[in-house]
């Protein structure tokens, strides 16, 4: 529906073409540059977020070209946009769903959204080293790969999660086991 919608936008306001060149999830990338064209006609960008807004479950639209300026941003949806884009990679336009929406024709669920409720990801650890229980403590994904180094006895020098230390026994003489001795 997007797809279409955009389409035939584009092609009342600048011609017959091709435009988009893919759409994968919430990232619509345009054939190569034509986001640069539409940058020079803001009316005719204004049309397309408009035209893709109107379509039910779309909350918002954000433009890809404003997302390292709202890394710092107070809104929660643009902040998550920001942080998950990545120039090279991430689409022209990203497709905001609405609360319990889903953008896919696949049957399935998501952990895509910024909505709280798909944000909250239980992490279940098994092994000879797990501690058995429910741990409340916050946890991300980012997690998971310094925890189960450090139950392998290796440091991971940059990783950007924590080790679940409280989850985990770690082998001893390791930097981790050492520095949770030392807290």
């Known amino acids: 529906m997007i ?3 955009v389409d035939q936008t584009l092609k009342a306001a600048l ?4 435009y988009l060149s893919a759409v994968v999830y919430t990232d619509l990338y345009f054939e190569p540059g034509v986001y640069a064209d539409l940058l020079s006609k803001p009316q005719t960008l204004k049309a397309v977020i408009d035209v893709i807004k109107d379509v039910p479950g779309i909350a918002r639209v954000l433009r890809g070209d404003q997302m ?27 497709v905001v769903p609405k609360p319990n929406w889903i953008l896919s ?23 000879a080293q797990v501690k058995p229980g429910v741990y409340t403590q916050a ?14 006895g290796l440091t991971l020098s940059k ?9 985990v026994t770690l082998p001893t003489g390791t930097r981790s086991e050492q520095a949770s001795a030392a807290r």
């Open 159 to 167: 990783a950007e999660g924590r080790v679940l230390n409280e989850a």
């Open 139 to 152: 946890a991300t994904p980012a997690d998971i790969a310094p925890t189960l180094a450090a139950v392998c």
């Open 105 to 127: 024709m696949a049957a399935g669920t998501t952990h895509g959204s910024a909505n709280e409720y798909d944000q909250q990801v239980p992490v279940i650890l098994m092994g």
């Open 68 to 94: 390292p300026s709202l890394i710092a941003s107070k809104d929660r949806l643009e902040r998550a946009a920001a942080l998950s884009y990545y120039p090279a990679r991430s689409g022209d336009l990203i």
């Open 15 to 18: 011609g017959a073409r091709k």
């Open 3 to 5: 797809v279409a919608r």
